[in-house]
Nanobody, 126 residues
C-alpha cells in the first residue's frame, strides 16, 4: 500500500505561483509513476500532469502546459507540482495519484491509478 499526502495549496491571486507537494509513505516511490489531477468545483476530476517512475518523461494537459512543472525526488519520496502564472480557472482540489511504473497507457485517466491522496485546495482569485 502507498499512502499519499498532498500539501502546499492555498488562496492566491491571479498570476501568482504555488508549489504542491505529495509525500508518500508505505512504499518507496521510485517504482511508481505519479500524476496530479484536479477537480474544479462542480466538475469531474481531470488530468494535470504525469511523471514516469524514473522521472525521465513528463506529460501535461494542454491547459497547464508551459505553466506547470511536475518533478520528483525519489530520495525524499516526494512529488511536486510547480504552478506558475496561476489563473482563476486553475481553482480546484488537487490530488496526487500513483501507479506501478511498469503500467503503460491511459496516462490521463483516473482509473489508471491505484493510489490517491486526499487532495489540497488551490483557489486563485482574479
Amino acid at each position: 500500500q502507498v499512502q499519499l499526502v498532498e500539501s502546499g495549496g492555498g488562496l492566491v491571486q491571479s498570476g501568482a505561483s504555488l508549489r504542491l507537494s505529495c509525500a508518500a509513505s508505505g512504499r518507496t516511490l521510485s517504482t511508481y509513476a505519479m500524476a496530479w489531477f484536479r477537480q474544479p468545483p462542480g466538475k469531474e476530476r481531470e488530468f494535470v500532469a504525469h511523471i514516469t517512475d524514473g522521472g525521465g518523461r513528463t506529460y501535461y494537459a494542454d491547459s497547464v502546459k508551459g505553466r506547470f512543472t511536475i518533478s520528483r525526488d525519489n530520495a525524499k519520496n516526494t512529488v511536486y507540482l510547480q504552478m506558475n502564472s496561476l489563473k482563476p480557472e486553475d481553482t480546484a482540489l488537487y490530488y496526487c495519484a500513483a501507479r506501478r511504473g511498469w503500467r503503460t497507457g491511459n496516462t490521463g485517466q483516473t482509473y489508471a491509478y491505484d493510489y490517491w491522496g486526499q487532495g489540497t485546495q488551490v483557489t486563485v482569485s482574479s
